[in-house]
């Protein structure tokens, strides 16, 4: 059985899926002696419009480094859920935004709504840290790799002087998903 | 402790060039390969080396042949657009047998096209788009790590026989990151240009040696010598004379096509008992690996060639690799290019050569290709 | 004391292409004589050129020569130059090649301020393609593509590169040898991007077919004597008075950053920190 686990962040551009998904992947590859492929398919605008960054993490080499048959959907647009979605597999996990996604469809996956935007409003002040709560959330439920090791590749890869800013992020994340 | 990173081909491609020497790159802002150009602007001053951006992708093909005849390694990035306007001097470097390195994230087209998808059309171009008769090598990446490890090879390549060597890389393999450990100094082998061993006056800059490559000196080393895109005799200066321009030809030509052993190089993937082969480059060779994986587990005898040396055409071995297979699945992005050079090779072999193309700008999905697998040997 | 010629050409490459009557000669030796007067080492002299009659000239030269493609030889000498800051660049080109197809090129290189010399041998044709329109060809002058007369005013090469922000500009022609000399040895010594339009002729391609002006290939030189006016004189005469009128002369020679030394000073810099 392959180990190969795919990871789709979809959502707006300017939404910060691109880092998340770089997060995700050094997590994984530096910190976790695993393989990782992060990817993305973008448009001609830098803001707005569609975005959508791949991550595959897998004890194995990874050879197609798209995701095609998804094993975990972040979900922050509508417009994302309902193009996304499609391609999730059997049991696969749908994490998605409670307020930015209004109508969530049912289908052959666990679906799971939280306030990641309203968290990182409320909680943190900025909404520009949905990707870092997002990336909290998805750690936690997805158990991909630790939120030790998620943390350690935060720290460094976050601007010097927001590592106490994003660290808040990041366990509001990990505490909506408890 | 290893130099471990999870970064873009693109990045990859650069630190691979400083790896490998080059200390000289002049580029024009293109998607999909401006991070190249980006970082080498960061990376080369701290290296003593030049970065330089021109006024178009003309002058930036031109200002690297100048700098290689100053005695750096150079090299330049572009895609699809700004290729076919490199081929005028791509060709001037061919002729004039100046040791560089082009790389093309190939993206959709033709023109303008798909800016930020990827594709595979340019493959024929590499071979064929400056125009007259000459050699050429191109190498084809197919992980973040091979950008690093296949640009150095091409400037190993580019410096062992003087000559352009273009980087074929795609925007899927340009832009995805992937866990990549760097390689230590001295880990790769670093080549050189020859350097002449006689004096000035006995120097000819355009004699082969034994392996049919010239001695190169570099501007300024006390060689004086001229330099020009007529047809020339081995001390470089413009002839008439049919019988030696055809001489200067067929030795630029074997200098490539006589050394083939130290220039071709394949991935030959569980082909060993397979009844098809897939043959890919690039991105969709990783597309086919995903296929390979699926049609394994379905008791289909898949495997994949892939060559990192595309041009020249790895002709012998792939006729030995197919020699037992049914059938040969050419995988490109594009409407059917390379194919009709597995084709030729495989003519009379009577294994039988389909293709999967697509020019959509999405990379093939490891179900897509298997499908198409299993489509074709059904007939 | 005269210079010694010999020591400069690659005589085995003689005869060269030139016809009679062509004056690329007359620069070729002008710039032979600025080079020896800058006392330049050959070992570090490297003279580029493009495309066209006088992108030969190189070939005939015992330097580091580069003969290029068509328009480009500017961006070739900026690689050279930037690789090795210590060799001198010289681009000679022709009129088409310097501001039709090399245009591009032209306008930067004067930008970028980069220390190199270009000589334009502008003989207003293209001479070796057979004697078609150039960008410098005058108003009504026929050519192999303009058998009617040559429409609209020519690119001046001086103008050009004042406007492109070349720091050190001048122009004179193959008639005025002396000044040719001296102005090609100024822009050699000048630290940055100097341009010499020297206005060269071509009797061959250019001056038999416009025989209400050239009888012969010496009335193409006479015409450079009675035709030219320098700039201090120029500046005292009206537009009408100067129409047809070669104005001869320094027309800018100022210091401003020169590329490489900018670029090396950023270098030491970033590695200071």
């Keep these: 059985m392959s180990s190969r686990y795919e990871i789709r962040l979809s959502g707006s551009g300017g939404q910060g899926l691109i880092l998340l998904g770089i997060i995700l992947g050094e997590t994984a590859s530096i910190y976790e002696n695993k393989n990782a492929v992060q990817s993305q398919s973008y448009g001609p605008e830098a803001r707005g419009g569609m975005s959508k960054s791949d991550v595959i993490i897998s004890d194995e080499e990874i050879d197609y480094p798209k995701a095609y048959n998804v094993d975990f959907l972040l979900a922050l647009t509508q417009q994302s859920f309902d193009r996304y979605t499609r391609e999730v597999k059997k049991g696969g996990i749908v994490l998605y935004d409670s307020t930015l996604v209004h109508s969530p469809r049912e289908g052959d996956y666990r679906l799971i709504g939280l306030p990641l935007n309203d968290t990182a409003i409320k909680d943190i002040g900025k909404s520009m840290v949905i990707n870092i709560v997002s990336l909290g959330a998805i750690v936690k439920i997805s158990n991909i790799v630790t939120i030790e090791n998620t943390e350690k590749a935060l720290l460094k890869r976050v601007p010097k002087g927001t590592e106490e800013l994003n660290k808040k992020a990041f366990y509001a994340g990990v505490n909506l998903a408890k | ?379 | 004391m005269g210079v010694n010629y010999h020591e400069y050409l690659r005589e085995k490459m003689m005869p060269h292409i030139w016809c009679s009557g062509c004056t690329h000669g007359i620069v070729t030796k002008a710039l032979i004589r600025a080079i020896d007067k800058a006392k330049l080492d050959k070992n570090k002299v490297v003279v580029v050129s493009g495309i066209g009659c006088a992108s030969r000239m190189p070939g005939y030269l015992d330097f580091n020569t580069l003969h290029t493609t068509h328009g480009r030889a500017l961006a070739f000498a900026t690689g050279v130059k930037l690789a090795n800051p210590d060799l001198h660049l010289i681009v000679v080109s022709g009129d088409g090649d310097a501001v039709a197809i090399g245009g591009n090129h032209f306008i930067h290189a004067c930008n970028r301020n980069i220390d190199m010399t270009l000589v334009v041998l502008n003989n207003n044709i293209y001479g070796m393609t057979g004697g078609q329109r150039s960008p410098t060809t005058y108003e009504g002058d026929i050519s192999s593509t303009s058998v009617y007369g040559s429409i609209g005013s020519p690119v001046d090469v001086v103008n050009l590169a004042l406007g492109a922000g070349a720091t050190f500009v001048a122009r004179t022609t193959s008639y005025h040898v002396q000044q040719l000399e001296s102005y090609i040895y100024s822009g050699i010594v000048h630290k940055g991007f100097s341009v010499i339009d020297a206005v060269s002729a071509c009797y061959t391609a250019y001056g038999r077919r416009n025989k209400q002006r050239y009888k012969s290939s010496v009335d193409m030189l006479n015409y450079m004597k009675n035709n030219s006016v320098n700039i201090s004189a120029a500046r005292e005469k009206n537009p009408d008075e100067l129409k047809g009128k070669i104005i001869v002369g320094i027309f800018r020679d100022s210091i401003e950053p020169e590329y490489c030394e900018e670029y090396s000073k950023m270098v030491n810099k970033i590695k200071s920190r």
């Design chain 2, 1 to 379: 402790m290893a130099d471990i990173r999870f970064i873009q081909g693109n990045e990859a491609c650069a630190l691979g060039a400083i790896y490998a020497g080059c200390r000289f790159f002049a580029g024009y802002p293109i998607t999909p390969s401006s991070e190249i150009a980006e970082m080498l602007s960061e990376e080369l001053p701290l290296v003593d080396g030049a970065f330089i951006q021109m006024e178009d992708e003309i002058a930036a093909m031109a200002a690297v042949i100048g700098g290689s005849l100053a005695g750096k390694k150079s090299m330049t990035a572009t895609s699809g657009p700004g290729m076919s306007l490199k081929l005028e001097n791509l060709g001037y470097a061919c002729i004039t047998e100046i040791p560089c390195v082009i790389v093309n994230v190939q993206r959709g087209g033709p023109s303008t096209g798909l800016p930020t998808s990827p594709a595979q059309a340019d493959i024929m171009q590499a071979r064929w788009g400056t125009h007259g008769d000459h050699p050429i090598i191109a190498v084809c990446p197919s992980s973040v790590s091979e950008m690093f490890t296949e640009t150095v090879r091409a400037f190993n390549l580019a410096e062992m026989f003087r000559t352009p060597v273009i980087v074929l890389s795609d925007e899927i393999i340009g832009h995805m990151r992937e866990k990549i450990v760097i390689p230590e100094e001295g880990e790769i082998p670093i080549v050189n240009r020859k350097k002449p061993k006689v004096s000035p006056e006995e120097y000819k800059p355009f004699k082969g040696e034994e392996d049919y490559v010239p001695p190169m000196a570099a501007f300024g080393e006390g060689y004086r010598y001229h330099v020009t895109g007529l047809s020339h005799n081995e001390e470089g200066f413009p002839i008439q004379s049919g019988e030696l321009v055809h001489q200067m030809n067929v030795r630029m030509h074997n200098k490539i096509y006589k050394n083939l052993d130290k220039i071709l190089k394949n991935e030959v993937y569980m082909c060993d008992d397979a009844e098809v082969i897939i043959f890919a480059i690039g991105g969709s060779a990783r597309s086919s690996k995903g296929a390979i994986r699926h049609l394994r587990e379905e008791g289909i005898k898949a495997g994949l060639f892939r060559p990192l040396t595309i041009w020249p055409f790895p002709e012998d071995e792939l006729r030995r690799v197919c020699s037992k297979a049914k059938n040969v699945l050419v995988v490109e992005m594009n409407l059917g290019q390379i194919v009709f050079e597995v084709e030729r090779v495989l003519g009379c072999t009577g294994v039988r050569v389909d293709g999967l193309f697509d020019s959509s700008g999405e990379p093939f999905t490891p179900l897509s290709v298997a499908n198409r697998v299993k489509e074709i040997i059904k007939r």
